[in-house]
């Protein structure tokens, strides 16, 4: 590529259903973002079948690709969707932003990276699992919850963000219903202690210097009643979101564990850890390998409060997906609190 060419961009925008709207509202930003004097931009949707579509023709993957520099990765949902469209691009060895299907397989599933969390001297809520298949009696689940936890609860599903299938269980008898609205995103369920405590959030940023957690930012959600039940909903989309003001020891210690997390999970690039904060307790919550860059987002507004603007962060990450740096020896990751 001569040095007046433009850099073919292959902007991927799908993944599963439910976070079809994520993803195109975070293409959108990136495409109104990116510098058009520097990129050529194509659009590549992965539709509900799994094809790659471009300029509403479906095509293989290798057409769809062909001539395309770097790939931006917008995909949002469960790892059975998204992983196999990653592989494909893997196995071209066309690079792309984010990290790899192994990392973010590893990351996105809380009940696999919690138990890596606990081996490494991490703090994360007392949970139970269900695998929803193999649910034959509700009233036998309920009583195993009631007797483990005292209500409320949470119950989500295990492999699934941004507050998918998410609710509140205050009363017992809303148990069964929580656990039917959680197996619609994911047939592995989770049920875990409600924890009292300020929510916040992490972004991790790969730099030519190392990797730098973001100031932390705070999230105020909103909760919502589920129609046919008493238990509540959080709407991300309603929930305020402001730059953490702590204890500089607290934010010192919330960036050092999310750069961790960032490192012990073998991300690449960006990622965002959830936290809730109890007095001086850190509990992990779950991680993002691919926060999504939506207009109103966590992940814009962390990078904004940073100091850059979207367009100069893109800059980086496509030069950071050319140019990647030598990959560190994790194998020995230690965390000092």
């Known amino acids: 590529m001569s040095q007046d060419e433009k850099t073919k961009i292959a902007l991927l925008i799908g993944g599963s259903p439910s976070l079809r709207d994520v993803s195109l509202e975070a293409a959108s930003v990136i495409e109104g973002s990116i510098d058009k004097s520097k990129y050529d931009v194509k659009k590549i949707v992965i539709d509900e079948k799994g094809r790659w579509i471009v300029n509403d023709y479906p095509k293989n993957a290798a057409l769809a690709l062909k001539g395309v520099n770097v790939v931006i990765n917008t995909l949002h949902g469960e790892y059975s969707d998204v992983a196999p469209i990653q592989t494909t691009i893997e196995r071209m060895q066309i690079p792309y932003t984010g990290s790899t299907s192994l990392a973010a397989t590893m990351a996105i599933d809380k009940l696999a990276s919690r138990l890596l969390f606990r081996q490494n001297g991490l703090v994360v809520p007392t949970t139970l699992n269900f ?11 309920q009583r195993e919850i ?29 148990i069964p219903e929580a656990i039917r609205y959680a197996a619609g995103f994911d047939k592995i369920i989770l049920v875990e202690e409600f924890l009292r405590g300020l929510e916040v959030s992490c972004m991790v940023v790969e ?14 959600p909103v909760f919502k009643k589920q129609a046919s039940s008493s238990f509540d909903i959080p709407e991300t989309k309603d929930a305020k979101l402001n730059i953490a003001h702590l204890d500089e020891e607290i934010i010192k210690r919330i960036k050092t564990v999310a ?7 073998g991300l690449r690039h960006y990622s965002k850890t959830d936290f809730i904060l109890i007095k001086d307790k850190l509990y992990v919550l779950e991680v993002n ?27 980086h990450l496509i030069d950071l997906t050319l140019n990647p740096q030598k990959e ?10």
């Not at 483990?148 to 949470?154: G, S, T």
């Not at 750069?259 to 999970?265: A, D, E, F, G, S």
């Open 146 to 174: 009631t007797s483990y936890f005292n209500l409320p609860v949470v119950i989500k599903p295990n492999s699934k963000g941004f507050s998918f299938g998410v609710g509140i269980v205050k009363d017992a008898a809303d």
């Open 131 to 141: 695998d929803f298949r193999k649910i034959l009696d509700f009233k036998s689940v």
């Open 289 to 315: 390998p691919f926060p999504a860059f939506t207009k109103n987002s966590l992940a814009l507004k962390a990078i904004n409060w940073w100091g850059i603007d979207l367009n100069k962060f893109l800059d």
């Open 207 to 220: 730099t030519r210097s190392g990797l730098v957690g973001l100031p932390p930012v705070v999230l105020m």
């Open 328 to 337: 560190d020896n994790f194998s020995n990751v230690r965390l000092a609190l």
């Open 259 to 265: 750069v961790y997390i960032h490192k012990l999970l």
